[in-house]
Structures are given as structure tokens and as C-alpha cells.
């Protein structure tokens, strides 16, 4: 069956000889996998989700108790005062637009600390020229750069005993950046700094890739909201759109607002059937995020043996879904995105090929054949075509498929 499908023994033999070195790391996973298999069930049980909240709403969607309760369930597993999870919300970078708009005015400054945002973000910005961006409307934007794949500690809070900073992003997953992701203990860390500093400034992490990835979330050490995807972790590849915006009351009731319109916000937005899907998809997203972390475990084993650099390593501590690639090699980046296109289940026929897309200054190659356009929780892998020609791969909703994905892009690349 394998060398039908086009695997050669050498190449079965290595992916196997290697996922028995990392069972260890497949353990610790599995752990946390349970640990919030419980959160969602006791959050489920606790707000005494019933068939009825399945139901749709449409137009203006007053009085939509499966919304309700949709929203209470992600407040709890956060830990937070309040939720905004909606399907009205196109992408995370669209939740994360919203937010900022909600909370920052003309004259307030928004500080960065990873250096700078996701691509997406330029022009939301004003990192790069655009009538619509922050910058348009009166907001400053400033950032401080990591150094050794760490906060600037000292420079953070020279910066924030100014007082006149209004908010601070903190981006966990690493985007296209040739940094490392941010760490938990890391994020705890640094909110504990800027709450001494000026407990007045909002404190916003772009939660994207990490949701499930530990057993706490940034808002379990302080952070005032967290922002994230239904398309990727909670989603578990069933929720077709949307996105989450968690945090304080008086903060997503801003956000709310500026999502919908004043005077109505979080009260209106109708769920159009997708309640079900929402919550089903969040009933399975430890598990499809736990097979997303072996699949990347595995990845990194294999491509090490390879020779290839990789990010993290296979039993390094991991912040979200994430595995780099550096390939340092334009066509090897291609044709490794190649294969895994090959082995994806939709479209595994075309070939991916690096082209302009919105909201990207550099060429970009995406290979995801997927159930849900965009969706990065299914097993993807797309790259800027950039020295060093870094290969961003995440996803797999079992574990299985990831493996089977990995083994044709390692054959493509041979």
C-alpha cells in the first residue's frame, strides 16, 4: 500500500525509526491532551449545553441563547469576564483589526514587544502605507524588538514608566518572523513587569496557534484579552469561520461594538446554523491539536535526521503548532510545500506554486488542501520566498494523515 501510494521503503523505514524516538514527547502530550479534554467537558456540563442551543438565528440574531451560552462556555475555559465568539469574523488578523480599533482612539499609542506584528498587520498598522490603517486615524504605533528570543526587559519598562502607552500587543506564534515562538512562562513573566509598571495598560496577545498547546492559556497570567481563530486550534477543523475575541467585561464590550455597531454590540449577530459546528469543533480541539503537536514533533525529528535546521526541536518545550523548515534553499522550500499538498486529502491533484497575496510584501507559497479554505489546524505549509527559505508548517487533524502528509513531502524533496 505504501509504494502504491508512492512512499519508498527508505523513507517508511526513517519515519518510523523516528516516531519511535519521540514517544516520550508523544506522552507528555497525550497528558495535556486530557487535562483540556476535561476544561472543555466540565465547561460544556457547567453551562448545561442542550440541544436547543444548536438552534439559528438570523438577521439580527436578538436573544440567541446558543450564542449565549457559546460565549459563556469560552469565557469559563479562559478564565475571563466576557467572550465575543463569532462567525462574523472572517480571520484572526480580521478579530485582532476589530480589537484594535475598539480599544485604541486617535492620540493613544499601541506598543509591540515581539518586534513587529504578522504580515497581515502591516497595513492594519500603518507599517506600511494604507487610508484605512491606525496610523490614518491619529494612532502611533512603536515597537521593541526581542533579544535572544526573549522580551527586552529593561527597555519595556523604561518605555512603559513614560505612562503614556495605552496599549501592549504581545504576538505568541512566531508568523513569518525568524524568531522562536514566545513561551507561557515567558508571557507570565512579562505581564507580571507591565502590571508593576502601569496596571492601566492593556495588555492584548494574538493567541493564534497556542489555544491547547499547554494546559493555560495568557489569560490565565493577566492578559486582558486574547484573540485567536475559529480556522485554527478550537475550531478542530469542523468550524467553518469565525474567530474569539476573550477577556475583560469592559473590553469586549468595546470590542463588541466596534464588531457590530455602539448601542447594540454583543446583543445582536446572527449564528446562521453555526452554533453546532462551533461547539463540536471545541469538543474535539485538544485532541486535533494534540495530533497537530505529533505531527510537528515528528516533522522536526525527521527533517533533523535530514539534516535540515529546525524550530523547535523535537523535545523542546512548545508554545503552539508551529514547525519550521530552513532550507536555505529556494526549490527545496517549493517542492517540500509541494508534497505536502500531495498529501493532503482535497486537491492533492494541483501544485502550489509561490505567488502575491494580500496583505503579504514578499511572495508566498501555501500548500493546504483542506476541508476549510485557510484552515491552518488541517495539516498546511506555506512560506514567504525569503533567505532563509523557512518552510511554516502546522496543522494535522489526526495524527495519522500528518504522518502520512510528512512521508510524500519527504519524498518530493528526495
Known sequence: MYKEYGISEETFNLVNKCEKEVKEEFAKINEICEYNSLKVLKAFHDNNLSEVHFNETTGYGY?????????????????????????????????????????????????????????????????????????????????IDLINNDFDYEQIKTRLSQKNIKLVEIQRSRGYALRNSITLDKIQKVIKLIKEVDSNVIIMVDNCYGEFTNKEEP?????????????????????????YVVGRKDLIHLVGERLTLPGEGKDVGPTLGMNKKILQGLFFAPSVVASSLKTAVLTSKVMESLGYKVQPRFNEPRTDIVQTIEFNDREKLIKYCQGIQMGSPVDSNSIPVPGDMPGYEDQVIMAAGAFTQGSSIELSCDAPLRPPYLAFQQGGLT????????????????
Do not use: W
Not at 490565565?220 to 469561520?241: E, R, T
Open 63 to 143: 436573544d440567541d441563547i446558543g450564542r449565549e451560552t457559546i460565549e459563556n462556555i469560552y469565557s469559563q475555559i479562559f478564565g475571563v469576564e466576557d467572550s465575543l465568539v463569532r462567525g462574523q469574523f472572517i480571520s484572526a488578523s480580521h478579530a485582532l483589526n476589530v480589537t484594535l480599533f475598539g480599544l485604541l482612539r486617535p492620540g493613544d499609542t499601541m506598543l509591540s514587544i515581539c518586534g513587529k506584528p504578522y504580515d497581515t498587520l502591516d497595513e492594519v498598522i500603518g507599517i506600511r502605507e494604507n487610508a484605512s490603517s491606525l496610523k490614518s486615524f491619529g494612532v502611533k504605533y512603536e515597537q
Open 219 to 243: 489569560s490565565n497570567f493577566g492578559a486582558d484579552v486574547c484573540v485567536g481563530s475559529l480556522i485554527k486550534n478550537l475550531g478542530g477543523g469542523i468550524a467553518p469561520n469565525g474567530a
Open 399 to 414: 495524527y495519522e494523515y500528518g504522518k502520512l502528509g510528512l512521508m510524500k513531502a519527504v519524498e518530493n524533496i528526495k
